[in-house]
């Protein structure tokens, strides 16, 4: 296992620079007893070990002496070292600082967080639903990165106050914001529900109209088997007649259920006249323009009263209906109502 190479307090390092002071001293002290030694003639061999012996006695003496080294270094802030050194040791004693104010938040109950506080090295298939790493991961931040959430953090363990209020109101604008997204999600998804009513109504009311077209057609050429209980011969029955209006031809699986109460001026007017087809403006520089296949609303009024004349539907159709005075007279009554609902709606037209 590696050595760990430990950031020096503020006395560890004002040792260390008094242990290199001693250090250089002693060495110098070596230096000038060679140069002694080395200027001393041969012949004073007894005089010259007599003096090796006290000067060896010199040099082992304790590191704490100020007489034979000097006085020791001074590591006071405003002393003479260099700037830089000064700066240095600053920065050195700043990250202590911070390094000491995290060990008091967490001490030795954070040993465990700091462990499993970024379990990056297990795959995501294999951790804990809903486990995510809260925060930025301080292993991949650059210097500046890491000084600036270091600044961060500090200011939030100074400022619990001041953090969280913001926390809360940063939480009520994510909630409101939220909020607003939801509304907007449902108002877009009921507005998509109404399109899609709409439609389906509209499809249903053109089928109807489609069948109605049908069943006139069979009427008028004369086929059997035009309703349910349609059929040639006079075999026709009130609700086998194709009313202009939409419950009579909604449904042509079923006997439909209409009556005579049925056949009023608007629901009349909603089936041949649709609401979404209105009449195209007159042009003034053509008043001639080409004719188009698209049937007017006066077209429809008026190929519905020729359908349903009393003299034309007397002759035609009413020869078909089941003989007997009280059905022919209903279908006499319905086709009444039918023609003055249409004279009415023409008369609206102009």
Known sequence: ?????????????????????????????????????????????????????????????????????GPYPHLHPHSTFPAQLRAQL????????????????????????????????????WRVPGERVKGPDPRYMDDEEYAEWIRAEMWKRKHPT?????????????????????IELERAREEERKKQKEEREKRRWEEARGVYERRWGVLS?????????????????????????YEANRDTSKTTQITLDSLTSSAISAFILPPDETEPPPNISNPNPPTSNIPTRKSRLRETILRFHPDKFEGRV???????????????????????????LMGEEG
């Open 90 to 125: 600053e920065e050195e004693r700043f990250y202590e600082k911070m390094h000491e104010a995290q060990e008091d938040d967490t001490g030795i109950y954070g040993l465990e967080e700091r462990w499993s506080a970024y379990p990056v090295h297990i795959p995501e298939r």
């Open 1 to 69: 296992m590696p050595k760990l190479h430990l950031k020096r307090t503020p006395a560890e390092e004002e040792a260390h620079q008094l242990r290199k002071a001693c250090k250089a001293a002693r060495k110098a002290a070596k230096a000038r007893s060679r140069l002694k030694r080395a200027s001393v003639d041969e012949g004073e061999d007894n005089e010259d070990e007599g003096y090796h012996k006290r000067q060896r006695t010199q040099e082992y003496t304790p590191s704490g002496s100020q007489e034979t080294y």
């Open 162 to 182: 001041e953090h969280a209020q913001a926390q809360a109101q940063r939480a009520q604008s994510q909630h409101s914001a939220r909020t607003r997204a939801l």
């Open 221 to 245: 050429v004369g086929v059997n088997g035009v309703g349910v209980g349609g059929g040639g011969g006079g075999g026709l029955n009130f609700e086998d007649i194709p009313w202009p209006v």
């Open 318 to 344: 009413m020869g078909r209906v089941v003989p007997g005075g009280e059905e022919r007279e209903k279908v006499r009554e319905g086709v009444g109502r039918v023609v003055r609902a249409l004279n009415e």
